[in-house]
């Protein structure tokens, strides 16, 4: 369609003159928006685009909080273990066997009979 | 046709298929994709429950005697693995947990599974790990632990291959200890990592399971073990148990079995007997430490105190049935008071106070009967489960109008522990009501739980009814302390303290008739310092098929082993010190 021009009232009179006025002949000059040379078709496309890829980004990021999240529950897996590990081996060296078959109990002489003393 | 039409043709065509496909797949099977895509993306996994550790007392300390451990399977693909690379550094690392033969597992390569090697701990399975050995890999698993080997067997239990816990504590308390295992659902990504995208995904947490304190101190419970185990040895039995009450709560302090076993190694035991724990699961009869109930039932009805006397000539015939003394000596002959009944375990005395408790000198009567059942069921809770959280056999008390032939002599034996089945706690429970005050506290087991590293103590412990009254309780003290110290037990006390304690040798049912070539032994007593309350109650038994135990030859010697080890370690200190 053929660019349309539309001329305020006041730019009438001031170019046509006194000839032309008349009453209520308000007009608005609409000229089409472009942004440079692009068409708003483009921008939509470019901002669905963008919006897209803020998706994909997004979920491409969650993945990686479930992948670090997974790494994270292995280590506490594995920290778990190794505390148990811990645990146990505490036990061992702690359990009556093992103080009774220590070096130091095999350097100890027999206790003798013990007595209470009076208050 | 022009060759346009033709091509719009086949296209048409083309997509009429392609639509029609479309539609079969995606509306009339729409479901069945539906459910395999969901299997494809979904991560289902079981969170499972760590099972509760299991503790004891350390003096007031809770110590670890059971615990979890993560050890690992190592497997190997015949087909990719080299066999010296493997021998080499797999052997090497898991020692004597190597299950199978090297030449074996390489003998056929077409097999692509072969377990080599089973609870292998961390440390081996990180050198196997680092190894980077083709075919090998590692699974890992959860055990159960016992550092203290086979400390408490009978009492603890184990868990088996399965996870579930078998007799014991691990067996009774199996609900508690085990926990509830939870559930993750989501959507995974190629390399089964659970997503948080999708509205579908679940993860209900697990539940752990309590970790268990138990009444028994570590440090009492191994004394006990040694001297069952020196004295199983010095007597010649090859079955001791024995149970130590705090008699004022009802906590077991030590509850042993001679011979033990490793829980851990559970599967190497060869004789099943070795799980059972003879205290609560094995009913017998206790013979005339029951006496002291008879005893207690006479003076709670008024018809007998300690100075009573009765006319003993050695046997007494119940609808003519004899019912002998095993003490036949002539100074016991005539006249003779229920203390010398008791000192001598006269069982003509006991069947007396049972005529007494029917209101005849000569006739055993319902009324007797009823009494003795009162007492002996419904009060001391002979032939009744006793709530403690352990596998408990019943045991059995004949009703006192039961329709059975020969019930009054079946009542007549009951006064002296015989013909009639009872475990050692019920026994021990009801003796330590009998010595307390007359309060029957439940036995237990368990003194609490541990949560976040804190011991959580159960709730104060409050009898659950009375037995006697004080004034009996206070007499039949008295009684028992004679008893201990009469004839051959002078000195076996040092001074400052106060025991009282009662024998029982029981005669054994064969073929449903009592042999003569083999008896069970037992001792109860309870002690403290003297002048204040009893501070502990012991019960010991001693037997072997095919042998005879006596209560004063066998089982008195560990009860006094038992009670100086129980004075130790409980700090019992003599009156004035």
């Known amino acids: ?119 | 046709m022009t060759r346009n039409k033709v091509l719009k043709f086949g296209v048409l065509t083309v997509m009429a298929v392609i639509v029609g496909r479309l539609f079969f797949i995606q509306i009339l099977q729409h479901e069945m994709w539906t459910e395999k895509a969901a299997a494809q993306q979904t991560l289902t996994n079981t969170l499972p429950a760590e099972r509760g550790e299991i503790y004891m007392m350390d003096g007031s300390e809770p110590t670890a005697v059971v615990l979890n451990a993560t050890v690992y399977t190592v497997i190997v693909d015949p087909m990719l693995a080299d066999q010296e690379a493997v021998a080499e550094v797999v052997g090497k690392a898991v020692g004597d947990k190597l299950v199978a033969e090297w030449d074996e597992v390489f003998a056929n390569r077409n097999l692509r599974y072969y377990v080599v090697a089973r609870g292998v701990e961390r440390a081996a399975a990180e050198q196997i790990a680092e190894a980077e050995l083709t075919g090998v890999w590692l699974q890992s698993d959860t055990e159960r632990v016992y550092p203290e080997g086979t400390l408490a067997s009978t009492v603890l239990g184990f868990v088996n291959a399965e996870g579930e816990g078998q007799y014991g504590v691990e067996g009774a308390l199996d609900g508690r200890l085990a926990g509830t295992d939870g559930l993750l659902k989501t959507v995974k990504d190629v390399n089964n990592i659970a997503l948080s995208i999708g509205d579908e995904n679940v993860r209900i947490p697990a539940e752990d399971g309590e970790n268990v304190v138990l009444t028994l101190d570590k440090n009492l419970q191994h004394r006990v073990e040694q001297i069952l185990a020196s004295e199983s040895e010095r007597l010649g039995f090859a079955n001791l148990s024995a149970v130590v009450l705090d008699p004022n709560t009802g906590e077991v302090l030590a509850m042993a079995d001679y011979p033990g076993y490793n829980p851990a190694n559970y599967g190497q035991v060869t004789d099943i007997s070795a799980y059972i724990n003879h205290v609560v699961e094995d009913p017998y009869e206790p013979a005339s430490v029951c006496k002291t109930f008879t005893f207690a039932t006479g003076m709670e009805y008024g018809v007998m105190d300690a100075n009573t006397t009765f006319n003993n000539e050695a046997v007494t015939y119940v609808d003519d049935w004899p019912i002998w003394n095993a003490e036949r000596g002539a100074f016991l002959l005539g006249q003779q008071t229920i203390q010398t009944a008791f000192n001598y375990s006269l069982n003509t005395g006991s069947t007396q106070v049972l005529r007494w408790l029917g209101g005849s000198e000569t006739e055993i009567t319902a009324q007797g009967r009823e009494r003795l059942y009162e007492y002996y069921h419904n009060r001391f809770g002979l032939g009744e489960y006793t709530g403690i959280e352990l596998y408990e056999a019943l045991g059995s008390v004949t009703e006192p109008n039961a329709e059975i032939y020969g019930i009054n002599s079946t009542y007549a034996n009951m006064t002296f522990g015989q013909n009639m089945q009872v475990t050692m706690i019920q026994v021990a429970a009801a003796f330590a009501s009998v010595v307390n005050g007359g309060h029957y506290y439940t036995p237990t087991v368990v003194a609490g739980t541990m949560e976040d590293g804190e011991f959580v103590e159960a709730a104060a412990r409050e009898p659950v009814r009375e037995t006697v009254s004080e004034e009996t309780s206070a007499k039949m003290r008295e009684m028992l302390y004679n008893t201990r110290k009469a004839w051959r037990n002078t000195g076996l006390d040092a001074a400052g303290y106060y025991v009282g304690g009662k024998t029982g040798t029981a005669q054994v049912i064969r073929d449903g008739a009592y042999v003569l070539d083999e008896t069970g032994a037992t001792y109860i007593g309870f002690g403290g310092t003297d002048g204040e309350m009893p501070e502990y109650v012991i019960m010991v038994r001693v037997w072997e098929d095919g042998k005879v135990a006596g209560g004063q030859e066998h089982a008195l010697p560990v009860f006094n082993a038992l009670k100086t080890a129980v004075q130790d370690e409980l700090k019992v200190r003599p009156a004035g010190m």
């Open chain 1, 1 to 119: 369609m053929a660019p349309q021009t539309f001329t305020t009232r006041r730019g009438t009179r001031a170019t046509a003159g006194a000839a032309s006025w008349s009453r209520n002949h308000n007009t608005v000059r609409h000229t089409p928006k472009t942004l440079g040379s692009l068409s708003n078709a483009m921008i939509v496309g470019v901002l669905v685009l963008i919006v897209g890829l803020i998706y994909v980004a997004q979920g491409t990021q969650a993945t990686n909080y479930d992948y670090e999240l997974s790494e994270i529950e292995d280590e506490i897996a594995e920290l778990t273990a190794k505390k148990e590990d811990l645990a146990v081996e505490k036990a061992r060296l702690t359990s009556i066997a093992a103080a009774e078959n220590s070096t130091v109990a095999a350097q100890m002489e027999d206790g003798q009979v013990a007595g209470y003393v009076a208050e």
